[in-house]
């Protein structure tokens, strides 16, 4: 078994502890993080389950999670970093909407290299390591084959809320405008992790997110690149941690889906 293979295995088994807790156990107190995003004590069970998990098994491994505090990478980006979402979707999770799950992710020097995403209400288990394709379930996935966005279905990564939010979102709504305008249909899950998922998997052909926040998307990111999809930033450079946005489509559809991005 290779290195990576290993790193697979321990994420994998952490993941599904924490699904196991997600399906498990109720949300408990609420807590309003900024204007209209939250964190449960589900959230901190299944962050403080998982690494104290990770730091046994892996204890040379850095951590990040979502609800920790402190700068990702301590801004250098180097090394070996776990880096997870608890639950993506929490809005989902307390209001009884299955569209959530649990998401890690290794990354090595600012680029993921092992990812595992659960979503337990669906029976749904993703997981890649870098070079060995993207599989759901055990079974390989594939990225869908739309020849154009006529006929494609594209998702949208979540509004924006908190301080700003009136400012930020009005490139949201112009890009939902004219994508709207363009695919066959648009959706929103409320799930970074899943939104990158059901394009690697092809069930959608591609998806924006206006974010790039690595807990939310670097597990997703290398399923979506291992299942053939392209992932890049809105402006069409290659998807890094720096970069602002997270933007992810069958090959085929990428160069338009990035134009129309570029054009709003």
């Known amino acids: 078994m290779s290195a990576t293979s ?6 994998r088994n952490a993941v599904a502890e924490g699904a196991d807790l997600l399906t498990n156990s109720d949300v408990g107190h609420i807590h309003e993080k900024i204007e209209r995003d939250f964190v449960t004590e589900l959230d901190l069970r299944i962050q403080d389950t998982m690494q104290q998990r990770l730091m046994t098994e892996t204890p040379t491994i850095r951590f990040l999670g979502e609800e920790t505090s402190g700068s990702l990478f301590d801004d250098r980006g180097t090394g ?3 880096t997870l979402d608890p639950i993506d979707g929490t809005s989902n999770v307390i209001h009884g909407l299955p569209f959530c799950g649990v998401s890690l992710a290794l990354v090595r020097d600012g680029t993921p290299i092992v990812g595992v995403i659960s979503a337990p209400f669906l029976g749904l288990e993703y997981y890649a390591e870098e070079h060995g394709g993207a599989f759901c379930n055990e079974s390989p996935i594939r990225a869908g084959k739309a020849e154009s966005l006529r006929g494609a279905v594209i998702s949208l990564g979540d509004y924006a809320v908190g301080p700003d939010s009136a400012r930020r979102n009005r490139q949201r709504f112009a890009i939902t405008e004219a994508i709207v305008n363009r695919a066959e249909r648009v959706r929103m899950f409320g799930s970074a992790a899943l939104d990158l998922a059901w394009v690697a998997e092809g069930r959608t052909d591609g998806c924006v997110i206006m974010s790039n926040k ?51």
Do not use: C, M, Y
């Not at 290993?6 to 994420?11: D, E, N, S």
């Not at 890094?240 to 990035?258: D, F, K, Y």
């Open 80 to 82: 070996n970093v776990w």
């Open 214 to 264: 690595q807990w939310d998307v670097a597990a997703g990111v290398l399923i979506a690149r291992e299942g053939g999809a392209t992932v890049t930033d809105s402006d069409g450079s290659p998807h890094s941690q720096h970069s602002q946005h997270t933007v992810a489509a069958n090959p085929t559809i990428a160069n338009e889906l990035v134009r129309l991005i570029a054009d709003t």
């Open 6 to 11: 290993k790193f697979l295995t321990i994420a």
